[in-house]
């Protein structure tokens, strides 16, 4: 038998991302890694690029990504570079183009280039959503094996959802992208998980929407994200306000509508309601609540600390996810957690324990248990204890051993 010989591929490398492919080079099987644009922290050209503007460092920071020893690590950076720079010069929104289209572009770039050049010697490659149609067919071709990661619930629940939102917030529209995906990538993305021979998901609401597309369950591995705990880790508050946190893309995929009512009807003294992320709800909407929240757009990943510990509760009240890793992290930083059972939440937390399991799309259930929060500050805190505790179970360590035994089987 030939020793196994995978390749991974990836745009961007987050950090479920990097595990994976940490994972591979464990076991010896990873043999290439394709990508985008990455950053040596360490390299000679990295030190020359310290007199560049902070605001440009830190965008590169955020792609650093170094191979593991003997691994090959490619890159294609010309796609990525340009979309970057076009959102950065403003020319998207004077030409009103979609910028999810520029993503695609990029993600279509990679796979077409694993497809033609990076299949030789290969007998598995292991790629992601929306990045792997070409990759998977080229593989299937040669009978090499397709690996393939999901990392949230399948398109067709999101579709469904985001199609149901958009029916009662008509003025939301604009901000719903799943109801506006074109044809093509819907069709991609559904060749993609018929070619799979293994597909690995965070979740068991990923798992379900994958049985619900008619997928075997044999084919399915449920494996949950980790989490760098200490590096997220309990800090003292810094005030005594009753604050409830927000970390994500504000919009309404991410169920934040739904917060803002139920925090407008609970009006408690000394509280704030802090949002952090890119905010992607239409300016004119938004206006309306700029009086019941405070703002900030998107920070460093490594100052999200700092965020968390001024934290009195976690409100994640998302739609449709996989596993959103703001949970882990806000409950390694001590945070409990009031979040849906469609965020993937429902698998890392027992619901009155280390937080709150509420039905999506609730405002009632937002408004209690927000309540319960407020008035029980003793309880509250030991749930923040009890948070902790579980997110020290979720390891990337875990994460990786997990996946390799997967791969090896």
Same mark, same amino acid.
């Given at each position: 038998?030939?020793?196994?010989?995978?390749?991974?591929? !990836?745009?961007?490398?987050?950090?479920?991302?990097?595990?994976?492919?940490?994972?591979?080079?464990?076991?010896?099987?990873?043999?290439?890694?394709?990508?985008?644009?990455?950053?040596?922290?360490?390299?000679?050209?990295?030190?020359?690029?310290?007199?560049?503007?902070?605001?440009?460092?830190?965008? &590169?920071?955020?792609?650093?990504?170094?191979?593991?020893?003997?691994?090959?690590?490619?890159?294609?950076?010309?796609?990525?570079?340009?979309?970057?720079?076009?959102?950065? @010069?403003?020319?998207?929104?004077?030409?009103?183009?979609?910028?999810?289209?520029?993503?695609?572009?990029?993600?279509?770039?990679?796979?077409?280039?694993?497809?033609?050049? !990076?299949?030789?010697? %290969?007998?598995?490659?292991?790629?992601?959503?929306?990045?792997?149609?070409?990759?998977?067919?080229?593989?299937?071709?040669?009978?090499?094996?397709?690996?393939?990661? &999901?990392?949230?619930?399948?398109?067709?629940?999101?579709?469904?959802?985001?199609?149901?939102?958009?029916?009662?917030?008509?003025?939301?529209?604009?901000?719903?992208?799943?109801?506006?995906?074109?044809?093509?990538?819907?069709?991609?993305?559904?060749?993609?998980?018929? %070619?799979?021979?293994?597909?690995?998901?965070?979740?068991?609401?990923?798992?379900?929407?994958?049985?619900?597309?008619?997928?075997?369950?044999?084919?399915?591995?449920?494996?949950?994200?980790?989490?760098? !705990?200490?590096?997220?880790?309990?800090?003292?508050?810094?005030?005594?306000?009753?604050?409830? %946190?927000?970390?994500?893309?504000?919009?309404?995929?991410?169920? =934040?509508?739904?917060? %803002?009512?139920?925090?407008?009807?609970?009006?408690?003294?000394?509280?704030?309601?802090?949002?952090?992320?890119?905010?992607?709800?239409?300016?004119?909407?938004?206006?309306?609540?700029?009086?019941? =929240?405070?703002?900030?757009?998107?920070?460093?990943?490594?100052?999200?600390?700092?965020?968390?510990?001024?934290? @009195?509760?976690?409100?994640?009240?998302?739609?449709?996810?996989?596993?959103?890793? =703001?949970?882990?992290?806000?409950?390694?930083?001590?945070?409990?957690?009031?979040?849906?059972?469609?965020?993937?939440?429902?698998?890392?937390?027992?619901?009155?324990?280390?937080?709150?399991?509420?039905?999506?799309?609730?405002?009632?259930?937002?408004?209690?248990?927000?309540?319960?929060?407020?008035? !029980?500050?003793?309880?509250?805190?030991?749930?923040?204890?009890?948070?902790?505790?579980?997110?020290?179970?979720?390891?990337?360590? &875990?994460?990786?051993?997990? &996946?390799?035994?997967?791969?090896?089987?």
């Amino acid at each position: 038998m030939n020793h196994p010989r995978i390749s991974l591929s !990836h745009p961007t490398g987050n950090p479920n991302v990097r595990n994976a492919a940490i994972a591979l080079w464990e076991l010896g099987f990873l043999q290439e890694i394709i990508t985008t644009l990455t950053y040596d922290p360490q390299s000679n050209f990295a030190k020359a690029l310290q007199v560049l503007p902070q605001p440009l460092t830190r965008e &590169l920071s955020r792609r650093t990504w170094v191979a593991p020893e003997g691994v090959n690590l490619r890159t294609y950076p010309l796609r990525e570079i340009a979309r970057v720079a076009l959102m950065r @010069s403003r020319i998207v929104q004077k030409l009103q183009l979609n910028p999810q289209s520029l993503v695609d572009w990029v993600y279509v770039g990679l796979d077409d280039r694993v497809s033609r050049h !990076h299949l030789d010697g %290969l007998t598995g490659v292991y790629a992601y959503e929306d990045g792997a149609a070409n990759t998977f067919a080229a593989a299937k071709a040669r009978g090499i094996a397709c690996f393939y990661d &999901l990392p949230i619930a399948f398109y067709r629940q999101s579709c469904q959802l985001q199609s149901e939102e958009r029916e009662t917030f008509p003025e939301l529209a604009a901000a719903l992208q799943s109801t506006r995906e074109p044809a093509w990538k819907l069709e991609r993305k559904e060749r993609e998980i018929q %070619l799979s021979d293994r597909i690995f998901v965070p979740s068991s609401i990923v798992k379900q929407s994958v049985l619900n597309a008619g997928i075997p369950a044999e084919k399915i591995r449920v494996i949950p994200y980790g989490c760098p !705990h200490d590096y997220f880790s309990p800090q003292p508050k810094p005030d005594s306000i009753f604050r409830a %946190l927000f970390v994500g893309r504000v919009g309404p995929r991410k169920g =934040v509508h739904y917060l %803002l009512q139920a925090w407008q009807k609970l009006n408690f003294p000394a509280s704030e309601l802090l949002c952090v992320g890119l905010n992607e709800f239409p300016t004119q909407w938004w206006a309306q609540w700029q009086d019941w =929240v405070q703002y900030v757009p998107s920070v460093p990943h490594a100052s999200l600390n700092e965020y968390y510990s001024r934290a @009195s509760v976690f409100v994640f009240p998302s739609l449709v996810e996989g596993l959103a890793l =703001v949970l882990l992290e806000a409950m390694a930083c001590g945070i409990p957690i009031i979040t849906t059972t469609h965020s993937g939440g429902a698998d890392l937390i027992e619901d009155g324990v280390e937080g709150f399991i509420v039905p999506i799309r609730d405002v009632t259930a937002l408004q209690e248990k927000l309540e319960w929060c407020y008035t !029980h500050p003793q309880e509250l805190a030991e749930m923040g204890r009890a948070a902790r505790r579980k997110a020290e179970v979720y390891t990337w360590e &875990l994460y990786r051993q997990r &996946l390799a035994q997967e791969i090896r089987a």
